[in-house]
């Protein structure tokens, strides 16, 4: 087995590595996100140079990475902003008091950067109009499937998510098997053809990337604000079409359910920082009243 590279990195700011991370963990039994009981958190992801495998702890306040993997470089290299570097809160003003007191007992709370596209393009078409349990479903089986196998000493069943290419080859009755309706397939694999061209929404950022991702076919402002949430940590990107999240927003700010119209409305004074209000209200926010029935997961291999 190939040596690992390392890196170790300082940062300037209070840490926390667990709920940093948190969003890119795609259920329990994620292929690509595992954390052991040893306390190393392990990412594995496709990158321009191909699979690298990240190996996560930290000690004494200093981050420890090792690498594997032909994406070993890159991904090292990309450490300080998958853990919030590049975040700027600077310009934050809280126009709720709840918010102000979220703000000032979650002084970790920071939004991190893949700088990446493609897996998180899968992963969030797959949580299209399905439940959580369905989407994870999927992503596991596409991931073990038709990706590649983690390099490097991780722990067992990690695989990074198929590439654009094995995307390409996956045949309709394994689309099936797999869960993935003819929907969500079509969008995968028509953003499978121009895989290369959306990774400039990471360079054009905001607005722009967001609307470069919506450009294909199946691709609209949920999936898009997903995906820059992760991908280049878009403070703005705000999840409309969410399930959960305007009621999330409505109980938190008004004390009532409201909808994606009144989301955005409540959420307008918080501009170019829709999604960070989100994220405070989603990690310590008051939630919702739990009643009535849960949606029920549909399974589209017996269908």
Known sequence: ???SLERGWQP???????????PLRRGFSDPTFQTTETGLTWLVANTDAGVGTLALHVANGEVRANAWGDGAQPMLDGLPNLLGAQDDDSGFEAHHDII???RRRMPTLRLGATGR??????ASVLEQKVTGYEAHRSWRELCRRFGTRAPGPTPDGMYAPPTPRAVLGIRDWEWHKAGVDLTRRKAIVAAAQIAHRL?????????PG???LRKVPGIGFWTAAEIAQRAWGDPDAVSVGDYHIPALVGYALLGRKIDDQGMLEVLAPYAPQRHRVVRYIEAGGPGKPRYGPRY???DYRDL
């Open 296 to 298: 029920a997961a549909r």
């Open 12 to 22: 300037g700011f209070a840490l926390d590595l667990r709920s940093l991370l948190a």
């Open 1 to 3: 087995m190939r040596a």
């Open 117 to 122: 596209v493609w897996d998180h393009l899968v």
């Open 199 to 207: 990774e400039k929404a990471v360079e054009l950022k905001g607005r």
């Open 210 to 212: 967001r609307d470069l």
């Open 100 to 102: 102000a007191d979220l």
